[in-house]
């Protein structure tokens, strides 16, 4: 008795539910209203599931178009401890303001005390559109 | 090892004397006559707990607010692992509470253990009872369905009409302009704040009772050696326990928990009908009309409750065997009849669904498709494709995997000549038409790993209704979840607009109803007439 009583509250408790599908791709806006090298913050606003709620929500990225054509966007927070960091011109990194953090413009940490890149959103481009999807770290989305 | 669990043991009793206290209360002498006929009060005990733990785990996932309680509710039954179970272990325990409870006061009754010194112990197990019904009558507000407002709605002005106090106790329950958050509020602490810590102190002080006058001896066990409660009686109070919960948890995994649709106080249409255990009560009421009505609501059920509180004190006869108290179970066959007739008129007089019901604690993804694609499923179900295409069958390919999705036209072509398009197929050809191949098509085109089971769960009516609206083109002229034409009003929504008789009456004669209406009538058998009927009022706002 212990043990089906026991076993499906565990499971209730520390099993993921099964999560609703959202629209996962963000329409941002033209591809070629962004300049190549130069870092731009685009707000959006994205659904969250938030277990039985939806709540829309505005979200940013920063969007990088690189000289190869691609395109790379970073998700806001500093991978440190989730401050919002910005693009410094002068310096050509971004720089947050909590504890000094620098990041080259892909992404990677100059300097601490963060200790991983920047996050980034998937993208794709879909009739010169550019489309924003899940946020993930920079090891997931090169894997 | 031995000397080891020894010392513990001795340990623990030095510091705290629970051993000891365990010992004694595992020797404690019963009467030779104690037997399986004792069981009950230590299975409701059981049950109270598996409450207590469900419960719990329940509020760990569930939003005590109108407005979220329902949804949440949803949410573990639909997504959280085990949400399900853990709702049917709570919905059926409750039911089971009162059967064991009500078992367990029947025995002393029966027996007489209500007796001299015994009447504060049986007293105490009348406010026990009470409570467990006000467990029930409180915890089936809280899904906060139709069935729980409307229900709720009839028992507070059942209350409203106690004399005198009728307009307090309808202040006390937040009632007072009618069932609303503050009586949800209400009733949702009296359920989870004030009930538990009353019910596990009242608990203590009756087991106290039971221990400090003993187990209730019958005539004739003062000349037998008396038998320690370890461990026969142990025994068959664990088997019983055991038995109980085998019950519980078989009617937990087979039998749905009932969730209706969204609260609605504006639902005129619906017909609220209390928990099993009241329909005694609800049918009691209707022998009794106008400024009788308070005898059916208030007065019986009062001196009902007060009669039995005085039961020790009205039977103060001595103990005789159980055998001869032929008044008393004369009185429980009564009772039983009069309870089992009474319910038994509630359930016949109760009317069948005119309509078919959706049942929300399942997912209800499918609300969302356009009724070409639910039109999809009928056709899906109609020709069997899951004998063949479904996860782990080898005989055709599972059409959940979004990869292997080609485009409808393709689709069309291959239902039409299987072999043709994917040459060595043994695909039979689908044969129908080329509006039912487009909706299967559609349908099969929105199935993933994800959605397949949640579609699946569709009802056999919706998908009807959705075939009869795509027989009669009804999407030439109005829109359903943002798919078809403006020219006439869109249907989502439509339940909280109209009646179904009007919808009904509608379609053979649109002018009669809307004047200027350019809609052409439709002669609809009455069989399509009420799935389609039911289908549209499914429709979200």
Known sequence: MASALGLPALAYLLTPPKSKQQKLWIEIGELNKFATGAPLEVAFRRNRTDAWKVVSEKDTAWVVKRADGGVTAFGPQCTHLGCAYHWDDGRQQFLCPCHSSLFRIDGSVISGPAQRPLDRYETKVENGKLMLGRLGTATERRA | ?541
């Open chain 2, 1 to 541: 090892m031995k000397r080891q669990v020894e010392s513990l043991i001795a340990w623990l009793e030095d510091r705290t004397g629970l051993p000891g206290a365990i010992q004694s209360f595992l020797d404690e002498k019963i009467p030779a006559s104690g037997g399986w006929h004792q069981v009950f009060g230590s299975v409701a005990m059981f049950l109270f707990l598996t409450q207590a733990f469900t419960g719990i785990l329940l509020a760990f996932n569930y939003a005590p607010t109108p407005g979220e309680a329902y949804n949440s509710l949803r949410y573990i039954l639909t997504e959280v692992t085990g949400g399900r179970l853990i709702r049917g272990l709570h919905h059926w325990g409750a039911s089971m509470m009162i059967v064991v409870v009500v078992l367990h006061m029947m025995q002393v009754f029966v027996f007489g253990a209500y007796k001299k010194p015994r009447e504060t112990t049986w007293m105490l197990g009348v406010v026990l009872l009470l409570l467990t019904l006000t467990y029930g009558l409180t915890g089936y507000l809280l899904p906060w369905d139709n069935r729980a407002y409307w229900g709720t709605v009839v028992a507070t002005k059942i209350a409203a009409s106690a004399p005198i106090a009728g307009p307090y106790m309808t202040r006390l329950l937040g009632a007072a302009k009618g069932v609303g958050v503050v009586t949800f509020a209400r009733f949702y602490a009296v359920h989870v704040l004030l009930l538990p810590p009353a019910t596990m102190l009242l608990i203590l002080a009756h087991v106290y009772l039971v221990r400090r006058h003993g187990v209730t001896p019958q005539p004739g066990d003062e000349t037998l050696p008396r038998k320690p409660f370890y461990p026969a009686q142990v025994f068959k109070d664990t088997a019983a326990i055991f038995i109980a919960f085998a019950v519980l948890f078989t009617l937990a995994v087979a039998a749905k928990a009932p969730l209706e649709q969204l609260a609605d106080p504006t639902d005129t249409t619906y017909i609220p009908r209390p928990e099993w255990y009241f329909l005694f009560l609800f049918q009691t009421l209707k022998f009794f009309e106008g400024p009788l009505e308070i005898v059916g609501s208030t007065i019986l059920p009062g001196l009902a409750v007060l009669a039995l509180f005085a039961v020790p004190f009205i039977d103060r006869a001595r103990m005789v065997k159980v055998t001869r108290r032929t008044v008393a179970i004369g009185f429980v066959i009564l009772a039983c009849i009069g309870w089992g007739g009474l319910t038994a008129a509630a359930v016949m007089s109760t009317p069948r669904e005119a309509v078919a019901q959706v049942d929300y604690s399942a997912p209800t993804d499918w609300i969302q498709l356009s009724p070409e694609e639910m039109a999809g499923i009928a056709y899906f179900r109609q020709e069997s494709c899951a004998s063949c295409h479904s996860a782990g069958s080898s005989l055709g390919p599972d059409l959940t995997r979004t990869a292997i999705h080609k485009d409808a036209a393709w689709m069309i072509r291959h239902f039409k000549q299987p072999a043709a398009v994917r040459p060595g197929s043994d695909m039979p050809p689908v044969e129908l038409g080329d509006a039912q191949l487009n909706s299967l098509a559609a349908f099969l085109l929105k199935l993933t790993p994800e959605n397949a089971s949640a579609l699946a769960e569709a009802p056999d009516f919706a998908v009807r209704g959705a075939v009869v609206y795509q027989a009669g083109h009804c999407a030439a002229c109005h829109m359903v979840n943002g798919v078809g034409m403006k020219v006439g009003p869109p249907l989502n929504g439509l339940a909280k607009r109209q009646t179904r008789s009007w919808v009904d009456d509608h379609f053979a004669n649109p002018q009669k109803l809307s004047p200027g209406s350019i809609m052409p009538p439709y002669q609809l058998s009455a069989e399509d007439k009420k799935n389609l009927t039911a289908y549209l009022f499914t429709l979200p706002e």
